[in-house]
């Protein structure tokens, strides 16, 4: 943000179209006037972000409007507006459920173990290939490491499949081999997690580390300079150059990981879950699409999409906020 | 500069350091055959005979070279029509989204651009917050889209984020100065993204289209919940119901024995080469404009 010194008075320059800063008193009306004229200068550019705002209105702020069903009986033919008024009905339907506990359990489960699991290796990653000397080897191994992101979630599920299958897979051919007993991996509720986090940990580490791996390129190179006069090792200069130098990236995406919590993705989950072990894999997400799409139960879906938004919504306000006071890096 | 700095490193590398740096090479490359060994295997596989796959003699490379699943796949009339739907939906859905993305991410890159910030937070605020699956199914359904081509394209046309790394691309590669002479020769502001902006901005265009070409032909979820005819499905909902739906947690293999059951198995891993290769190949070469968008997103994001 540009600042302007005006009269002594440090102004926070909110609106940057028009350095226009005069007295207090004219300073709304000349606001609005610069707008205008703005505004019928480059009318081409205004007429340009219609659409893109329409697009956002319709397909992401009208569904915001028509989450009041979550409040109402959904009725077919009178429609969102005209169903009648329930008020927290299927919120206390929800919660009152027994699979209410189950399903955020599995929710929180699955995502912590994510996060405690899938946060730290790409940090490990980068500060690993920021060791290797700039090179064939080094070009490879971000290649490599990055390729698997690519891969659809049919497909990587697929893979799974394949690899886990009860008989023929790669996985139990290979316990066989060593005299092993074969292991129904995704018929075992206790395995799910594990399955899914290993294997999006293998799926996107390498993806993930870009980030720090750029963080890490922006290390003032003069620290690196002193740490050699220093005498420091290279697991020294790791601990102490390269480490306090991308926490504030490290923070940042720690935010957006635990903020995440909630918002744990559908799809995975979706096609790995079997009746076998739905137990551990029947998530707030998964639920949602059961009860409301399949079921045709729209209200009470909605209920619980809500409920899980706006979790979401206050946790990543809560992280963000305590970052910001501990940590002084936050997203906003 | 990392160059000068290891080339100094190495002439007083103390022997802890050299252990210590071989150690990371050690692990590098066990990552690198740990990411590797799957997509081999599975490659491999696939052009192995129905009953190497089966018995599980396939351990890296192909073993009775045969290109009977994929001869099988061709004939299956699902499989071409779901590729070819998914090109289709890959091309339209990916010109629309592109364009979509740069009408709304240049003019807030302008810094004279009223409305700006507002608009800015109206955007991002859809990462944070949404109405649900529900209640936007009901959007879709009421403009009648359920079960068209449109249901694919445009209810997901634009991913905030690819609109945050377009912007600060805009941002910071468009020389103010061209704007201004630009405006001083009279040259409006469509003419001027036509001819200056846009040409000036390939790398980003180049971000943006394989982010969301990847990601549509990637995507099934939409086309789950949306589609219902089978004549409209793209690759990765075929690609389901072949798989995943055939093998979840039924020990119905047990009986694999017949020819017939070979070829289906040998068929699941066919289909997982053709559906991934298109990205696989072109990857290798874009990868840089991957990583370069991700760096152009990070900086200001």
């Known amino acids: ?332 | 500069m990392a160059a000068i700095a290891t080339s100094k490193r190495r002439i007083k590398e103390s022997a802890g350091d050299r252990i210590f740096l071989g150690f990371i090479y050690v692990i590098l490359t066990l990552l690198v055959i740990i990411v590797l060994y799957p997509l081999i295997y599975i490659i491999s596989s696939s052009i192995s005979s129905p009953a190497a796959v089966t018995s599980g003699r396939v351990w890296l490379w192909p073993v009775d070279l045969s290109f009977r699943g994929f001869e099988e796949l061709f004939r299956r009339g699902e499989v071409i029509t779901g590729y070819l739907n998914s090109i289709f939906y890959t091309t339209a859905g990916t010109l629309i989204s592109v364009t979509l993305t740069i009408m709304i991410a240049y003019p807030l890159s302008r810094r004279s651009f009223f409305g700006r910030n507002a608009l800015m937070m109206f955007i991002t605020f859809t990462m944070i917050f949404s109405g649900g699956l529900i209640p936007t199914y009901m959007v879709v359904k009421g403009l009648d889209l359920i079960d068209t081509r449109w249901a694919l394209l445009i209810p997901n046309a634009i991913w905030v984020w690819q609109v945050i790394i377009a912007r600060s691309f805009f941002q910071t590669s468009i020389p103010e100065e061209l704007l201004e002479a630009s405006e001083i020769d009279g040259c409006s502001d469509l003419r001027f993204i036509w001819s200056v902006v846009l040409p000036l901005s390939k790398p980003i265009i180049a971000v943006l289209v394989l982010m969301y070409a990847v990601g549509q032909w990637n995507a099934y979820f939409d086309a789950l919940i949306y589609l219902k005819s089978a004549d409209l499905f793209p690759l990765q909902l075929i690609l389901r119901s072949i798989i995943i739906q055939n093998n979840s947690g039924s020990n119905m293999d047990a009986i694999a024995m017949v020819e017939k059951q070979q070829l289906a198995e040998l068929l699941k891993y066919s289909l997982i080469v053709v559906a991934t290769l298109p990205v696989l190949i072109i990857y290798p070469f874009v990868q840089r404009y991957f990583v370069q968008g991700m760096l152009v997103g990070s900086v200001k994001g």
């Open chain 1, 1 to 332: 943000m540009l600042t302007k010194r005006i009269g002594g008075i440090v102004l926070e320059k909110q609106l940057a179209f028009k350095p226009d800063y005069v007295p207090d008193a004219k300073r709304k009306a000349s606001y609005w006037r610069t707008a205008r004229r703005n505004i019928k200068k480059h009318w081409q550019l205004h007429l340009l972000v219609i659409p893109p705002i329409l697009f956002f209105l319709i397909f992401k702020y009208y569904p915001m409007l028509n989450a009041v069903l979550a409040f109402k009986d959904y009725n077919v033919i009178k429609g969102i507006w005209g169903s009648p008024w329930v008020g927290f009905k299927h919120f206390q339907l929800f919660f009152e459920n027994p699979q209410f506990w189950t399903l955020v359990k599995n929710t929180i489960f699955l995502s912590g173990y994510l996060i405690l699991a899938g946060f730290p290796i790409p940090i490990i990653l980068a500060l690993m290939i920021n060791e290797i000397r700039a090179g064939r080897f080094k070009k490879f191994v971000q290649l490599v490491s990055f390729a698997p992101y690519f891969i659809s979630t049919v497909v990587m599920v697929s893979i799974i499949m394949l690899f886990l299958a009860p008989r023929l897979g790669f996985a139990n051919v290979a316990l066989n081999y060593f005299g092993f007993e074969s292991i129904n991996f995704l018929g075992e509720p206790g395995m799910f997690r594990s399955i899914y986090v290993w294997s999006d940990i293998w799926q996107t580490a390498g993806y993930n580390a870009v980030i720090y791996l750029a963080a890490l390129a922006g290390v003032d190179p003069t620290l690196y300079e002193a740490a050699k006069v220093d005498g420091a090792s290279r697991f020294q200069k790791i601990r102490h150059v390269d480490l306090p130098g991308i926490v504030p990236t490290i923070v940042i995406i720690l935010i957006l990981n635990v903020g995440n919590v909630m918002a744990l993705g559908f799809e995975k989950v979706y096609l790995l879950q079997n009746p076998l072990n739905l137990v551990n894999s029947e998530i707030i997400a998964t639920y949602v699409y059961r009860i409301g799409l399949l079921n045709a139960n729209y209200s009470f879906a909605t209920a619980v999409g809500l409920f899980n938004s706006i979790i979401n919504l206050v946790l990543l306000l809560t992280v963000n906020g305590l970052a910001k006071r501990l940590t002084k890096s936050s997203i906003w």
